[in-house]
């Protein structure tokens, strides 16, 4: 089965350093690839999503992943976190050509500290 | 902007209710999810539904479980005899199909006592 690997429950960076929350996909097939953020006592909201075009996408508030098929990687970055950028950060997966039932990470805390 | 809408916010029930959850998918969007996500747990796929029928459940979506559509605009998650396990968040998300963007809906958070 299809699964997805967030390693640590919990990053801390400064105002304005680089943000880097790391993802890994099990998967010998490419999948559909997604990266949500929740914010306190809201929905999730997608950031970005990866659908087999580009390998560097681009997402909103400043946020980018890159797939790396090699590494079966979907690291979100952005160069300089905001404190509003203070949330909980779910990757998850769709198996490509498959159902559409997303597989989701057990999610990342962002703390940022001003 | 469009959005999916979920009411109650907050349902507290005792254990052995019935309970019913809403949701507003998108208007012109054709596939419908339920997700929970247990506190402190990851979020886990309920069930999928298509074409006014499942598509997909997991192994978590037993026979307590059921899904509706009762009309064209709400989707329903009912759980018939809640249990204490059965608290956590509950997500309903829309699709326009099965590989693109699931919008989700805010959540209800599901108390069972």
């Known amino acids: 089965a299809q699964s997805v690997t967030q390693l640590g429950s919990h990053v801390s960076v400064s105002e304005g350093a680089l943000v880097l929350l790391r993802c890994n996909y099990s998967?010998?097939?490419?999948?559909?690839l997604f990266w949500y953020v929740q914010y306190p006592n809201q929905g999730l909201q997608l950031l970005l999503k990866?659908?087999?075009?580009?390998?560097l996408v681009k997402g909103i508030n400043g946020f980018e992943a890159e797939f790396k098929k090699s590494e079966t990687s979907f690291h979100l970055t952005k160069p300089s976190a905001h404190m509003s950028d203070a949330a909980e950060y779910f990757c998850a997966v769709i198996p490509t050509g498959a159902n559409s039932k997303l597989t989701f990470g057990k999610g990342i805390t962002l703390s940022v500290r001003p | 902007e469009p959005e999916v809408t979920q009411t109650p916010s907050h349902q507290v029930t005792q254990m052995g209710q019935e309970v019913i959850l809403r949701c507003v998918p998108i208007?012109?969007?054709?596939?419908f999810y339920w997700y929970r996500q247990i506190l402190g747990q990851k979020v886990e796929f309920l069930v999928s539904?298509?074409?006014?029928?499942?598509?997909?459940k997991s192994e978590i979506f037993d026979d307590q479980f059921s899904v509706e559509r009762p009309d064209g605009s709400n989707f329903t998650l009912k759980i018939r005899s809640t249990k204490l396990e059965d608290s956590a968040m509950y997500f309903c998300a829309s699709s326009e199909g099965t590989s693109t963007e699931q919008f989700f809906g805010p959540g209800t958070r599901l108390t069972v006592l």
């Open positions: 208007s012109n969007h054709l596939y």
């Open positions: 998967s010998s097939v490419p999948p559909y």
């Open positions: 539904f298509y074409n006014n029928e499942i598509s997909e």
């Open positions: 990866y659908t087999s075009a580009a390998t």
